[in-house]
């Protein structure tokens, strides 16, 4: 297989459950918070009200439903991941999850109100989170991931724009 070819595939296929995850835990986000409104020693929120048990569940759920159905639309074309794409699709999302918690909590340490910006935590926090968790099975090579972080930046400024557009965030960052 030519390698622009491969390279595309193999990136999409990490993206994927990524961009699930990450985006329909905004989409379905709201009610619970993940915290429970609870603060850590420090006197602030642990998390912040932006993370709930609804939109974690749904950013999980709608990644599995992804991954899945390409395994099994697709099964030949995942094969260029080198190792089972449905275990390597959730490690991906969870470790997206975790990584948008670890951006939050760093956010509220350092005293960052919700729906203000850090650069590079608000863009980059659940792709490194999902990478540093898929690398239990593989490990991207330097240009996917310097692909995946630029590609991410720039359609990370657009979602953003039209989820304030449309009213879904109260913010355009």
């Known amino acids: 297989m ?3 070819v491969l390279f595309i595939l193999r990136v999409s296929l990490m993206a994927i459950p990524l961009y699930l995850c990450n985006g329909f835990a ?24 932006g993370k709930s048990i ?20 697709f099964p030949e074309t995942t094969n260029v991941i080198g ?28 005293n ?18 999902g990478f540093a968790v898929g690398m239990i099975l593989v490990v991207p090579n330097a240009l996917e991931v310097i692909f995946l972080s630029a590609f991410t930046m720039i359609m990370h400024v657009i979602s953003n724009r039209i989820a304030y557009v449309v009213k879904m965030k109260k913010v355009p960052w």
């Open 2 to 4: 030519e390698f622009w």
């Open 26 to 49: 905004l989409i379905f986000g709201g009610k619970t918070p993940l915290d429970f409104g609870k603060n850590f020693f420090d006197g602030r929120r642990i998390l912040g009200g």
């Open 54 to 73: 609804k939109g974690t569940a749904s950013g999980l759920f709608f990644a599995f439903l992804g991954v899945l159905t390409i395994s099994f639309v």
């Open 83 to 110: 190792a089972n794409y449905l275990a390597y699709g959730m490690l991906l999302a969870v470790g997206a999850i975790l990584g948008d918690f670890a951006g939050s909590f760093a956010k509220r340490r350092f």
């Open 112 to 129: 960052v109100q919700r729906g203000k910006s850090i650069f590079l935590v608000d863009q980059l926090d659940f792709i490194i989170g």
